[in-house]
């Protein structure tokens, strides 16, 4: 299926309405014990791995992150989750630091900002 004109060159074409994930933002890193993190931005697929993360979160996290304490149901809601990891690149970011567990192929989130 053709889009455009070929002869049209990248800067001529229309900005497409929901932009494509910005990957000029993901970088590793070392940590001192040697452990390696991706420091990337927030995706939608991140959701159950979200609610993994609000489950290691102490009290005084919790209170310091929002200022209130929340129940982990509170914090773990579709709705509540929806808002933190669907997000429009183009007008805010949340950026998450990801680790492969040490003891399975799985990810997880160590921290999370947006």
Known sequence: MLLHDLKLKEDQLPRLAIRPYPNQYVSSC????GRRIVIRPIRQQDEPLM?????T?????VYLRYLQALQLSQRVTHERLLRRC???YDREMALVAESANAHNADHQLLASRG
């Open 57 to 61: 979160l102490s009290e005084r996290s």
């Open 30 to 33: 070392k940590l001192p014990n």
């Open 51 to 55: 609610v993994k993360f609000h489950e």
């Open 86 to 88: 669907f997000i429009d």
